[in-house]
């Protein structure tokens, strides 16, 4: 029969080093893993993102806990989305303070209210998406075109930009035609037409391919 030597204290003091050492690496590697997919709270696959012609990030809405976050082309956070009670909330730092607010009021109905009163009212008039200004005054109306594609025009009835599906993703095109940028994620065609308009905010933007 062989005699099994036993480990000396010293050396079970070394095992035990060994594993709690071996332990922190694999919590330190998970916790590198987690901020490179994000900021905390974020997931990683964007619900919704808006890249340029070249196919570069310029605008990414992610999901997080109760809400969504919008990200700049450089991934900062420059804000978080959440509705409550109805209404669309934007806060920065976890503070509201002015932000931008929305109701949403049917499936295609948006009031969208920026500090200092000005409101932009979204709704689906005659078949079309009308945005018009607070008096309810048309800004720019979205008709569908064909089964994939939709056409985004200003006040006086001049096409400002157009959006289609191909590819598994929605390609935006502005008035003559060129492509200027693609939509991935879950957002309509018809909101990646109305999102060309300049007049718009990121924040309102965000809003408006998200909700």
Not at 41 to 68: C, F, H, M, Y
Not at 140 to 161: K, M, P, Q, S, W
Not at 192 to 206: N, S
Request: glycine fraction near 14%; include cysteine.
């Amino acid at each position: 029969m062989v005699a099994t030597a036993s480990k000396s204290p010293k050396a079970k003091s070394r095992a035990h080093v060994r594993v709690w050492w071996a332990m922190l690496l694999v919590a330190a590697v998970s916790a590198g893993c987690t901020r490179r997919g994000g900021e905390a709270g974020t997931s990683g696959a964007p619900v919704v993102e808006i890249r340029d012609a070249d196919g570069q990030p310029t605008l990414s809405v992610r999901r997080i806990d109760g809400g969504l976050r919008w990200l700049d082309l450089a991934g900062h956070t420059q804000g978080d989305l959440f509705a409550k009670d109805g209404r669309i909330v934007t806060t920065r730092g976890g503070q509201e303070g002015e932000a931008l607010t929305a109701d949403k009021e049917a499936v295609d109905a948006l009031a969208i209210r920026r500090p200092g009163g000005h409101r932009l009212l979204l709704a689906r008039v005659g078949g079309a998406l009308r945005l018009g200004d607070g008096a309810g005054i048309p800004v720019a109306r979205i008709r569908a075109e064909g089964d994939n594609g939709a056409v985004a025009y200003d006040a006086g009835g001049l096409i400002v930009a157009s959006a289609r599906s191909a590819g598994g993703r929605i390609v935006l095109s502005d008035s003559a035609g060129h492509t200027t940028g693609f939509v991935t994620g879950s957002a309509s065609v018809e909101r990646a037409a109305l999102i060309m308009l300049g007049m718009l905010l990121p924040a309102e933007r965000a809003i408006l391919l998200a909700y």
